[in-house]
Nanobody, 122 residues
């Protein structure tokens, strides 16, 4: 059974940075795509970033391009989301996710963690 545990969320001022981590277990981490999604209050969950199984391809939603960086450490079964130049509109619960493929489109992420809250104050 896939287990994903996020950490690193918190309260930060606008313009600040946070680094989210996600520890994965339950299957061969290095064989599957990983991603981050977020859900703001009153809004639907949205795709943020994804990385393929080997880590040489990344994808971002337009609103975070140039500010967020997704990476993975297959030796440590961990995926990261480095978030810089944070804005109040980035406030959301951030979820780590994985799919059953080496590379996945946003709708293919179907295993989720419990989420970690990120709050950006203005």
């Amino acid at each position: 059974q896939v287990q994903l545990v996020e950490s690193g969320g918190g309260l930060v001022q606008a313009g600040g940075s946070l680094r989210l981590s996600c520890a994965a277990s339950g299957r061969t981490f290095s064989s599957y795509a990983m991603g981050w999604l977020r859900q703001a209050p009153g809004k639907e969950r949205e795709f943020v970033a994804a990385i393929n199984w080997i880590g040489d391809r990344t994808y971002y939603t337009d609103s975070v391009k140039g500010r967020f960086t997704i990476s993975r450490d297959n030796a440590d079964n961990t995926v990261y989301l480095q978030m810089n130049s944070l804005k109040p509109e980035d406030t959301a619960v951030y979820y780590c996710a994985t799919a059953d493929y080496q590379s996945a489109s946003p709708e293919e992420f179907k295993y989720w963690g419990q989420g970690t809250q990120v709050t950006v104050s203005s």
